[in-house]
Protein backbone atom coordinates (compact mmCIF):
# COMPACT_ATOMS: atom_id res chain seq x y z
CA UNK A 1 0.00 0.00 0.00
CA UNK A 2 1.23 3.55 -0.84
CA UNK A 3 0.26 6.77 1.02
CA UNK A 4 1.98 8.77 -1.59
CA UNK A 5 0.57 11.51 -4.26
CA UNK A 6 0.00 11.14 -7.96
CA UNK A 7 -1.52 13.84 -10.50
CA UNK A 8 -2.95 12.11 -13.25
CA UNK A 9 -3.59 13.91 -16.46
CA UNK A 10 -6.28 11.94 -18.80
CA UNK A 11 -7.71 10.75 -15.67
CA UNK A 12 -11.09 11.40 -17.00
CA UNK A 13 -10.77 8.67 -19.85
CA UNK A 14 -11.87 5.50 -20.59
CA UNK A 15 -8.29 4.20 -19.40
CA UNK A 16 -8.04 6.88 -17.07
CA UNK A 17 -10.82 5.91 -14.76
CA UNK A 18 -9.77 2.48 -14.56
CA UNK A 19 -6.16 3.41 -13.49
CA UNK A 20 -7.34 6.17 -10.98
CA UNK A 21 -9.08 3.52 -9.29
CA UNK A 22 -6.49 0.82 -9.04
CA UNK A 23 -4.54 4.02 -7.96
CA UNK A 24 -7.01 4.72 -4.69
CA UNK A 25 -7.81 0.70 -4.14
CA UNK A 26 -3.55 1.25 -3.73
CA UNK A 27 -3.69 3.94 -1.01
CA UNK A 28 -2.75 6.51 -3.51
CA UNK A 29 -4.26 9.93 -2.80
CA UNK A 30 -5.31 10.88 -6.83
CA UNK A 31 -5.32 14.37 -8.82
CA UNK A 32 -7.27 14.26 -11.96
CA UNK A 33 -7.56 17.83 -13.43
CA UNK A 34 -10.24 17.97 -16.02
CA UNK A 35 -11.36 19.96 -19.00
CA UNK A 36 -14.75 19.58 -17.63
CA UNK A 37 -15.51 18.26 -14.07
CA UNK A 38 -19.03 17.34 -15.71
CA UNK A 39 -16.86 14.51 -17.89
CA UNK A 40 -14.86 13.15 -14.75
CA UNK A 41 -18.16 12.87 -12.45
CA UNK A 42 -17.53 9.22 -12.20
CA UNK A 43 -14.42 10.11 -10.35
CA UNK A 44 -15.89 12.41 -7.69
CA UNK A 45 -17.59 9.56 -5.69
CA UNK A 46 -14.10 7.75 -5.28
CA UNK A 47 -11.95 8.64 -1.71
CA UNK A 48 -9.15 9.81 -2.03
CA UNK A 49 -9.70 11.64 -5.96
CA UNK A 50 -9.52 15.50 -6.11
CA UNK A 51 -11.22 16.39 -9.52
CA UNK A 52 -9.95 19.73 -10.72
CA UNK A 53 -11.10 21.56 -13.52
CA UNK A 54 -7.65 22.86 -14.63
CA UNK A 55 -5.80 24.22 -17.92
CA UNK A 56 -2.82 21.58 -17.73
CA UNK A 57 -1.73 23.36 -21.39
CA UNK A 58 -0.81 26.17 -18.57
CA UNK A 59 2.70 25.47 -17.41
CA UNK A 60 2.57 27.62 -14.51
CA UNK A 61 -1.13 25.70 -13.57
CA UNK A 62 0.32 22.03 -14.32
CA UNK A 63 3.58 23.09 -12.17
CA UNK A 64 1.02 23.78 -9.63
CA UNK A 65 -0.79 20.82 -9.57
CA UNK A 66 2.21 18.93 -9.83
CA UNK A 67 4.06 20.49 -6.66
CA UNK A 68 3.62 18.36 -3.78
CA UNK A 69 3.38 15.17 -5.83
CA UNK A 70 5.31 12.20 -5.70
CA UNK A 71 4.45 10.71 -9.54
CA UNK A 72 2.89 11.92 -12.61
CA UNK A 73 0.91 10.07 -14.61
CA UNK A 74 -0.15 10.75 -18.77
CA UNK A 75 -2.50 9.79 -20.31
CA UNK A 76 -3.59 12.31 -22.07
CA UNK A 77 -4.53 11.50 -25.82
CA UNK A 78 -6.86 12.38 -29.20
CA UNK A 79 -7.73 9.50 -31.95
CA UNK A 80 -8.52 12.57 -34.36
CA UNK A 81 -7.39 16.02 -34.96
CA UNK A 82 -10.81 18.61 -34.08
CA UNK A 83 -8.70 21.24 -35.68
CA UNK A 84 -5.21 21.41 -37.42
CA UNK A 85 -2.36 21.02 -34.77
CA UNK A 86 -4.44 19.26 -32.18
CA UNK A 87 -2.05 16.26 -32.35
CA UNK A 88 1.00 18.31 -31.59
CA UNK A 89 -0.73 20.26 -28.85
CA UNK A 90 -2.09 17.39 -27.14
CA UNK A 91 0.78 14.87 -27.72
CA UNK A 92 4.04 16.49 -28.42
CA UNK A 93 3.87 20.19 -26.89
CA UNK A 94 1.98 18.38 -23.66
CA UNK A 95 4.88 15.48 -23.37
CA UNK A 96 7.44 18.67 -23.10
CA UNK A 97 5.71 20.45 -20.66
CA UNK A 98 5.09 17.43 -18.31
CA UNK A 99 8.84 16.81 -17.87
CA UNK A 100 9.08 21.02 -17.33
CA UNK A 101 6.62 20.53 -14.89
CA UNK A 102 8.08 17.23 -12.85
CA UNK A 103 11.43 19.19 -13.25
CA UNK A 104 10.33 22.28 -11.73
CA UNK A 105 8.07 21.05 -9.00
CA UNK A 106 10.73 18.52 -7.74
CA UNK A 107 8.49 14.77 -9.34
CA UNK A 108 11.08 12.48 -9.80
CA UNK A 109 8.84 9.52 -11.28
CA UNK A 110 6.68 10.22 -14.62
CA UNK A 111 4.56 7.11 -16.72
CA UNK A 112 3.89 8.48 -20.09
CA UNK A 113 1.21 6.62 -22.14
CA UNK A 114 1.83 5.79 -25.70
CA UNK A 115 1.05 3.38 -28.12
CA UNK A 116 2.09 0.83 -30.21
CA UNK A 117 3.60 1.35 -33.38
CA UNK A 118 4.26 5.08 -32.23
CA UNK A 119 7.25 6.39 -33.95
CA UNK A 120 8.52 9.99 -34.89
CA UNK A 121 8.71 8.66 -38.60
CA UNK A 122 5.13 6.89 -38.74
CA UNK A 123 2.54 6.73 -41.36
CA UNK A 124 -0.13 8.81 -39.52
CA UNK A 125 0.34 11.88 -37.37
CA UNK A 126 -1.55 10.03 -34.56
CA UNK A 127 1.57 7.68 -34.27
CA UNK A 128 4.25 10.39 -35.31
CA UNK A 129 3.61 12.61 -32.88
CA UNK A 130 3.15 10.11 -30.52
CA UNK A 131 6.90 8.79 -31.47
CA UNK A 132 7.81 12.00 -30.97
CA UNK A 133 6.52 12.08 -27.91
CA UNK A 134 8.12 9.23 -26.29
CA UNK A 135 11.48 10.92 -27.76
CA UNK A 136 10.80 13.57 -25.28
CA UNK A 137 10.52 11.92 -22.38
CA UNK A 138 12.64 9.23 -22.63
CA UNK A 139 15.25 12.26 -24.07
CA UNK A 140 14.33 13.41 -20.24
CA UNK A 141 16.48 12.89 -16.69
CA UNK A 142 13.46 12.23 -15.03
CA UNK A 143 12.34 8.57 -13.79
CA UNK A 144 10.10 7.52 -16.50
CA UNK A 145 8.29 4.79 -17.76
CA UNK A 146 6.61 4.57 -21.17
CA UNK A 147 3.48 1.89 -22.25
CA UNK A 148 2.72 1.13 -25.61
CA UNK A 149 -0.86 -0.79 -25.68
CA UNK A 150 -2.28 -2.36 -28.52
CA UNK A 151 -5.58 -1.64 -28.70
CA UNK A 152 -7.40 -1.79 -24.89
CA UNK A 153 -10.47 -3.47 -24.67
CA UNK A 154 -13.21 -3.02 -21.86
CA UNK A 155 -16.71 -2.13 -20.67
CA UNK A 156 -16.06 2.14 -21.74
CA UNK A 157 -14.28 1.26 -24.70
CA UNK A 158 -14.76 2.77 -27.68
CA UNK A 159 -13.56 -0.21 -29.82
CA UNK A 160 -15.17 -3.14 -29.48
CA UNK A 161 -18.53 -0.80 -28.86
CA UNK A 162 -18.81 1.17 -31.36
CA UNK A 163 -18.63 -2.02 -33.21
CA UNK A 164 -21.59 -3.65 -31.14
CA UNK A 165 -23.49 -0.24 -31.28
CA UNK A 166 -22.85 -0.41 -35.61
CA UNK A 167 -23.85 -3.99 -36.24
CA UNK A 168 -27.78 -3.28 -34.41
CA UNK A 169 -28.48 -0.56 -36.74
CA UNK A 170 -26.27 -2.06 -40.01
CA UNK A 171 -27.11 -4.90 -42.00
CA UNK A 172 -23.68 -5.21 -43.73
CA UNK A 173 -20.40 -3.66 -42.50
CA UNK A 174 -18.88 -2.37 -45.13
CA UNK A 175 -15.15 -2.59 -43.36
CA UNK A 176 -11.73 -0.94 -44.16
CA UNK A 177 -8.73 -2.75 -43.41
CA UNK A 178 -10.42 -5.59 -42.82
CA UNK A 179 -7.12 -7.78 -42.85
CA UNK A 180 -5.22 -5.10 -40.30
CA UNK A 181 -3.98 -6.99 -37.49
CA UNK A 182 -4.73 -6.32 -33.86
CA UNK A 183 -3.74 -7.83 -30.07
CA UNK A 184 -6.26 -6.22 -27.74
CA UNK A 185 -4.94 -6.05 -23.96
CA UNK A 186 -7.30 -5.65 -21.37
CA UNK A 187 -7.82 -2.23 -19.07
CA UNK A 188 -7.65 -4.20 -16.29
CA UNK A 189 -3.89 -5.60 -17.15
CA UNK A 190 -3.30 -2.09 -18.54
CA UNK A 191 -4.32 -0.26 -14.93
CA UNK A 192 -2.18 -3.14 -13.40
CA UNK A 193 0.80 -2.69 -15.43
CA UNK A 194 0.86 1.57 -14.30
CA UNK A 195 -0.04 0.78 -10.46
CA UNK A 196 3.05 -2.26 -10.35
CA UNK A 197 5.33 0.33 -12.47
CA UNK A 198 4.85 3.22 -9.24
CA UNK A 199 6.52 0.20 -7.14
CA UNK A 200 9.03 -1.60 -9.18
CA UNK A 201 12.44 0.00 -9.90
CA UNK A 202 13.30 -2.17 -13.20
CA UNK A 203 10.60 -0.35 -14.72
CA UNK A 204 12.62 2.73 -14.40
CA UNK A 205 13.60 4.45 -18.26
CA UNK A 206 11.90 1.27 -19.73
CA UNK A 207 9.34 1.01 -22.54
CA UNK A 208 6.67 -1.68 -22.74
CA UNK A 209 4.25 -3.18 -25.67
CA UNK A 210 0.94 -4.26 -23.83
CA UNK A 211 -0.67 -6.80 -25.39
CA UNK A 212 -3.01 -9.25 -24.85
CA UNK A 213 -2.21 -13.47 -25.90
CA UNK A 214 -4.14 -13.80 -28.92
CA UNK A 215 -3.61 -11.73 -32.66
CA UNK A 216 -7.39 -11.43 -34.40
CA UNK A 217 -7.61 -9.44 -37.62
CA UNK A 218 -9.87 -6.61 -38.03
CA UNK A 219 -12.83 -8.64 -39.35
CA UNK A 220 -12.52 -11.71 -36.70
CA UNK A 221 -12.93 -9.00 -34.05
CA UNK A 222 -16.23 -7.51 -35.98
CA UNK A 223 -17.69 -11.24 -36.53
CA UNK A 224 -16.94 -11.83 -33.09
CA UNK A 225 -18.57 -8.60 -31.80
CA UNK A 226 -21.36 -9.69 -33.56
CA UNK A 227 -21.20 -13.28 -32.40
CA UNK A 228 -21.39 -12.28 -28.45
CA UNK A 229 -23.99 -9.84 -28.65
CA UNK A 230 -26.28 -11.87 -31.39
CA UNK A 231 -26.51 -9.38 -34.16
CA UNK A 232 -24.05 -11.39 -36.74
CA UNK A 233 -23.89 -8.89 -40.32
CA UNK A 234 -22.38 -9.43 -43.53
CA UNK A 235 -18.71 -8.22 -43.45
CA UNK A 236 -17.79 -6.61 -46.72
CA UNK A 237 -14.04 -5.75 -46.97
CA UNK A 238 -13.23 -2.80 -48.50
CA UNK A 239 -10.35 -2.20 -51.10
CA UNK A 240 -8.17 0.65 -50.62
CA UNK A 241 -9.74 3.21 -52.67
CA UNK A 242 -13.11 2.91 -51.30
CA UNK A 243 -12.02 2.69 -47.65
CA UNK A 244 -10.02 5.78 -48.55
CA UNK A 245 -13.67 7.50 -49.71
CA UNK A 246 -15.47 5.98 -46.36
CA UNK A 247 -12.68 7.96 -44.06
CA UNK A 248 -13.18 10.91 -46.44
CA UNK A 249 -16.77 10.59 -45.33
CA UNK A 250 -16.60 9.86 -42.46
CA UNK A 251 -14.24 12.26 -41.17
CA UNK A 252 -16.25 15.03 -41.87
CA UNK A 253 -19.44 13.74 -40.19
CA UNK A 254 -20.01 14.11 -36.14
CA UNK A 255 -18.68 11.53 -34.15
CA UNK A 256 -15.88 11.11 -36.90
CA UNK A 257 -16.38 6.96 -37.02
CA UNK A 258 -13.10 6.92 -38.87
CA UNK A 259 -10.80 9.03 -40.26
CA UNK A 260 -7.71 9.13 -43.26
CA UNK A 261 -4.96 9.57 -40.39
CA UNK A 262 -6.42 6.35 -38.94
CA UNK A 263 -6.67 4.29 -41.95
CA UNK A 264 -3.03 5.09 -42.40
CA UNK A 265 -2.35 4.25 -38.76
CA UNK A 266 -3.67 0.31 -39.24
CA UNK A 267 -0.85 0.27 -41.97
CA UNK A 268 0.83 -1.23 -39.32
CA UNK A 269 -0.01 -4.07 -37.48
CA UNK A 270 -0.89 -3.18 -33.85
CA UNK A 271 0.57 -6.90 -32.50
CA UNK A 272 3.46 -7.22 -30.11
CA UNK A 273 5.82 -9.91 -31.29
CA UNK A 274 7.29 -10.27 -28.04
CA UNK A 275 6.47 -11.76 -24.47
CA UNK A 276 4.33 -9.94 -22.30
CA UNK A 277 6.39 -7.81 -19.72
CA UNK A 278 6.71 -10.48 -16.41
CA UNK A 279 7.34 -7.79 -14.43
CA UNK A 280 4.20 -6.85 -14.40
CA UNK A 281 3.09 -10.52 -13.18
CA UNK A 282 0.88 -13.23 -14.75
CA UNK A 283 -0.60 -13.71 -18.13
CA UNK A 284 -3.06 -10.99 -19.65
CA UNK A 285 -6.83 -11.72 -20.03
CA UNK A 286 -8.21 -13.14 -23.05
CA UNK A 287 -10.42 -11.50 -25.22
CA UNK A 288 -13.43 -14.15 -24.02
CA UNK A 289 -13.15 -14.20 -21.08
CA UNK A 290 -13.87 -10.17 -20.61
CA UNK A 291 -15.71 -9.42 -23.79
CA UNK A 292 -19.03 -10.95 -23.22
CA UNK A 293 -19.34 -9.44 -19.81
CA UNK A 294 -19.84 -5.84 -21.40
CA UNK A 295 -20.87 -6.54 -24.80
CA UNK A 296 -23.82 -8.69 -23.72
CA UNK A 297 -26.08 -5.47 -23.03
CA UNK A 298 -26.38 -5.19 -26.41
CA UNK A 299 -28.02 -8.71 -26.59
CA UNK A 300 -30.64 -8.28 -23.92
CA UNK A 301 -31.24 -4.87 -25.53
CA UNK A 302 -32.66 -7.19 -29.13
CA UNK A 303 -34.07 -9.30 -26.81
CA UNK A 304 -36.32 -6.62 -24.99
CA UNK A 305 -36.95 -5.06 -28.58
CA UNK A 306 -38.47 -8.75 -29.70
CA UNK A 307 -40.20 -8.79 -26.35
CA UNK A 308 -42.12 -5.24 -27.47
CA UNK A 309 -42.73 -6.33 -30.78
CA UNK A 310 -44.54 -9.15 -29.29
CA UNK A 311 -46.80 -7.00 -26.77
CA UNK A 312 -44.86 -8.36 -24.04
N1 LIG B 1 -8.09 3.15 -25.76
C1 LIG B 1 -7.20 2.49 -26.50
O1 LIG B 1 -7.50 1.48 -27.16
C2 LIG B 1 -5.75 2.97 -26.54
C3 LIG B 1 -4.80 2.21 -27.24
C4 LIG B 1 -3.48 2.65 -27.27
C5 LIG B 1 -3.13 3.82 -26.62
N2 LIG B 1 -4.07 4.54 -25.96
C6 LIG B 1 -3.68 5.78 -25.30
O2 LIG B 1 -4.15 5.77 -23.97
C7 LIG B 1 -4.47 7.10 -23.55
C8 LIG B 1 -5.86 7.15 -22.98
O3 LIG B 1 -6.77 6.73 -23.97
P1 LIG B 1 -8.35 6.63 -23.66
O4 LIG B 1 -8.88 5.55 -24.51
O5 LIG B 1 -8.57 6.59 -22.20
O6 LIG B 1 -8.86 8.03 -24.24
P2 LIG B 1 -10.14 8.86 -23.81
O7 LIG B 1 -11.16 8.02 -23.16
O8 LIG B 1 -10.54 9.64 -25.01
O9 LIG B 1 -9.59 9.87 -22.72
C9 LIG B 1 -8.70 10.88 -23.09
C10 LIG B 1 -8.31 11.69 -21.87
O10 LIG B 1 -7.42 12.71 -22.31
C11 LIG B 1 -7.90 13.99 -21.94
N3 LIG B 1 -7.72 14.88 -23.08
C12 LIG B 1 -8.02 14.65 -24.37
N4 LIG B 1 -7.66 15.70 -25.12
C13 LIG B 1 -7.13 16.61 -24.29
C14 LIG B 1 -6.60 17.91 -24.47
N5 LIG B 1 -6.54 18.48 -25.67
N6 LIG B 1 -6.15 18.55 -23.39
C15 LIG B 1 -6.24 18.00 -22.17
N7 LIG B 1 -6.73 16.79 -21.92
C16 LIG B 1 -7.18 16.11 -22.97
C17 LIG B 1 -9.36 13.83 -21.57
O11 LIG B 1 -9.58 14.68 -20.45
P3 LIG B 1 -10.82 15.69 -20.24
O12 LIG B 1 -11.74 15.53 -21.41
O13 LIG B 1 -11.43 15.28 -18.93
O14 LIG B 1 -10.18 17.02 -20.14
C18 LIG B 1 -9.47 12.37 -21.18
O15 LIG B 1 -9.28 12.21 -19.81
C19 LIG B 1 -4.25 7.98 -24.78
O16 LIG B 1 -2.98 8.55 -24.71
C20 LIG B 1 -4.32 7.01 -25.93
O17 LIG B 1 -3.59 7.44 -27.06
C21 LIG B 1 -5.37 4.14 -25.90
Redesign the pocket.
Known amino acids: MSTGRILV?????????HVVARLVAEGWSVI?????RE??KHLILLPTVDVLQA???DPVTLEGLAVGADAMI??????NEGRRG?FD???IE?ARKTVAACRAAGVPRLLH????NADAQGPSR?LAS?GQAEAIIAGSDLEWTI???????GP????LNMFARLERFLLVVALACAEARFQ??W?GD?AQAFVRALDDDRTLRQRYALCGPRVYTLRELVAYVGEVTGYRRAIVPLGARLSRLQARILEVLPGKLMTRDNLASMTRD?VCNCEYPAVFGGVPKALEAIAPSYLAHAKRSRYSRLRAQVGR
Request: glycine letters at 10%; aromatic letters at 10%.
Open positions: LGGSGFVGRVPTRSRADIHNLVGILDRAHLMSALYKFRPSVVFEDSFPIIVS
